[in-house]
């Protein structure tokens, strides 16, 4: 028999959950007997031990794990690190969750009281242009660190993410095949989410041989949907839609919009007597109780949160990956047609 790796193939070999097996080896009492038993029994079969020194050098490190998100507001980011956190519970650790509250500074002093608390490992969702790069490239070295969601070229070992080209793509070529091409409704963009998102709208559209029509409205920081609702009445009372379909960059900005919408009387979907059509990005938690429910590209969260904490988990037991290959996990999303579009 080949040797067994790590603790995750020592898991999937044996039948056990590795949550359950990394509980086992942090503390053999915290799981239930029978468990116990069942695990020692495949402990012998495969022969399998577990890196010592890796265990006991995170045992000196405590059981945290750092969460840090852009903006807990932002039900998206509530709703991924609530799944996060439960799968850090479920392994036996201990999550804490920080907001930077879109602040660089904050998130600076979040990485610096992070690295006091000598967590076992940080799972980072960094502000992403917003960003000290010089303090991330510091955090990332000193603690094993995977980065989810907004991505930041060249920093840490793991990125993990979603499509956003592959997101704008599926949505636009549903949007030209019902109906008109639509405009793209963005703000300045905040992270490098947002600036992935506009290029693809303006390469798709070139493809599709439709002229690309981006509309930009003013604003800052992370009051998505006030900023959009501003904007948009300033945009519909100056009649510059040029098309009666609105794809805004993400979900937020697409519920200010049809705020916008309702006070200036505009019926919004698809069926007839509607005079425009609405669509978002990510499928917020809120998009299927707007009025109308929003068209939007479903994040997939389940696939985002497991596997940026499972690679988390093999950081923390067996080492960092090698800093010179770095990788990146892009996941796609997934078209939700509702009523608005």
Same mark, same amino acid.
């Given at each position: 028999?080949?040797?067994?790796?790590?603790?995750?193939?020592?898991?999937?070999l044996s039948g056990?959950? !590795?949550?359950?097996?990394?509980?086992?080896?942090?503390?053999?009492?915290?799981?239930?007997?029978?468990?116990?038993?069942?695990?020692?029994?495949?402990?012998?079969q495969y022969d399998?031990?577990?890196?010592?020194?890796?265990?006991?050098?995170?045992?000196?490190?405590?059981?945290?794990?750092?969460?840090?998100?852009?903006?807990?507001?932002?039900?998206?980011?509530?709703? =991924?690190?609530? !799944?996060?956190?439960?799968?850090?519970?479920?392994?036996?650790?201990?999550?804490?969750?920080?907001?930077?509250?879109?602040?660089?500074?904050?998130?600076?002093?979040?990485?610096?009281?992070?690295?006091?608390?000598?967590?076992?490992?940080?799972?980072?969702?960094?502000?992403?242009?917003?960003?000290?790069?010089?303090? =991330?490239?510091?955090?990332?070295?000193?603690?094993?660190?995977?980065?989810?969601?907004?991505?930041?070229?060249?920093?840490?070992?793991?990125?993990?993410?979603?499509?956003?080209?592959?997101?704008?793509?599926?949505?636009?070529?549903?949007?030209?095949?019902?109906?008109?091409?639509?405009?793209?409704?963005?703000?300045?963009?905040?992270?490098?989410?947002?600036?992935?998102?506009?290029?693809?709208?303006?390469?798709?559209?070139?493809?599709?041989?439709?002229?690309?029509?981006?509309?930009?409205?003013?604003? +800052?920081?992370?009051?998505?949907?006030? =900023?959009?609702?501003?904007?948009?009445?300033?945009?519909?009372?100056?009649?510059?839609?040029?098309?009666?379909?609105?794809?805004?960059?993400?979900?937020?900005?697409? =519920?200010?919009?049809?705020?916008?919408?309702?006070?200036?009387?505009?019926?919004?979907?698809?069926?007839?007597?509607?005079?425009?059509?609405?669509?978002?990005?990510?499928?917020?938690?809120?998009?299927?109780f707007t009025c109308?429910?929003?068209?939007?590209?479903?994040?997939?969260?389940?696939?985002?949160?497991?596997?940026?904490?499972?690679?988390?988990?093999?950081?923390?037991?067996?080492? +960092?990956?090698?800093?010179?290959?770095?990788?990146?996990?892009?996941?796609?999303?997934?078209?939700?047609?509702?009523?608005? +579009?």
């Open positions: 028999m080949s040797k067994i790796r790590n603790m995750e193939e020592f898991a999937r056990i959950s !590795r949550p359950t097996v990394s509980k086992y080896f942090n503390d053999p009492d915290s799981v239930r007997a029978t468990t116990r038993k069942r695990i020692e029994k495949a402990l012998a399998y031990r577990p890196n010592i020194f890796a265990v006991n050098q995170n045992r000196k490190l405590t059981k945290n794990i750092g969460i840090v998100v852009p903006y807990l507001a932002d039900p998206f980011f509530a709703e =991924i690190a609530r !799944r996060i956190e439960r799968r850090c519970i479920d392994a036996g650790f201990w999550p804490i969750l920080f907001s930077a509250h879109g602040d660089q500074q904050l998130e600076n002093d979040i990485l610096g009281s992070l690295r006091s608390l000598k967590p076992a490992g940080a799972l980072l969702a960094p502000l992403g242009r917003n960003s000290d790069r010089s303090a =991330i490239e510091s955090f990332c070295r000193n603690v094993p660190t995977v980065l989810f969601d907004s991505n930041i070229e060249g920093v840490g070992s793991t990125f993990i993410g979603s499509d956003n080209t592959q997101f704008v793509e599926q949505m636009v070529e549903y949007l030209c095949r019902t109906g008109e091409p639509p405009c793209f409704f963005e703000m300045p963009p905040v992270n490098p989410n947002a600036n992935k998102r506009r290029n693809a709208y303006l390469q798709i559209m070139q493809k599709l041989g439709h002229a690309p029509n981006v509309i930009r409205v003013e604003g +800052a920081g992370w009051d998505f949907e006030k =900023i959009s609702y501003e904007g948009a009445l300033r945009v519909l009372s100056a009649n510059q839609l040029t098309t009666n379909t609105v794809l805004c960059s993400n979900d937020r900005l697409a =519920i200010g919009f049809l705020a916008a919408c309702y006070e200036r009387g505009l019926r919004v979907g698809f069926s007839e007597g509607c005079a425009l059509r609405v669509a978002g990005i990510d499928d917020h938690p809120f998009s299927r109308p429910p929003l068209t939007t590209v479903a994040q997939d969260y389940d696939s985002v949160s497991n596997r940026a904490t499972e690679t988390l988990f093999r950081m923390i037991e067996g080492g +960092a990956p090698d800093r010179t290959e770095r990788i990146e996990t892009l996941f796609e999303g997934k078209l939700v047609m509702r009523a608005s +579009a």
